[in-house]
Nanobody, 121 residues
Framework: QVQLVESGGGLVQAGGSLRLSCAAS????????MGWFRQAPGKERESVAA????????YYADDVKGRFTISRDNDKGTMDLQMNNLNEEDTAVYYC??????????????WGQGTQVTVSS
């Protein structure tokens, strides 16, 4: 069965860094776009970053541009999110997702269970 497992979340001080990882298993997603979403308490889930199947195209939400970097390794079936200069507004549960197609301009097919990121002042 398909599984997406996130890791790397935790508690960090403002200005610090974290690196999230998503490991996919059950089938290959080398032809699918992947992305990171987050949901803060009382807010809707939002897209943070996304990457096309061959990493030729990436997307970042405006408030993370210049601070977050998304990457993937199709051989390993993994996707990472390097998060630098974190601030309290980045506190949320972060989810890994796989899109139906190679482009992230469409719906998501699979979701991970999420990893908590907490940024303290």
């Amino acid at each position: 069965q398909v599984q997406l497992v996130e890791s790397g979340g935790g508690l960090v001080q403002a200005g610090g860094s974290l690196r999230l990882s998503c490991a996919a298993s059950g089938r290959s997603f080398s032809r699918n776009a992947m992305g990171w979403f987050r949901q803060a308490p009382g807010k809707e889930r939002e897209s943070v970053a996304a990457i096309s199947w061959n990493a030729g195209s990436v997307y970042y939400a405006d408030d993370v541009k210049g601070r977050f970097t998304i990457s993937r390794d199709n051989d390993k079936g993994t996707m990472d999110l390097q998060m630098n200069n974190l601030n309290e507004e980045d506190t949320a549960v972060y989810y890994c997702a796989v899109y139906y197609s190679g482009s992230y301009y469409g719906p998501q097919e699979y979701w991970g269970q999420g990893t908590q990121v907490t940024v303290s002042s």
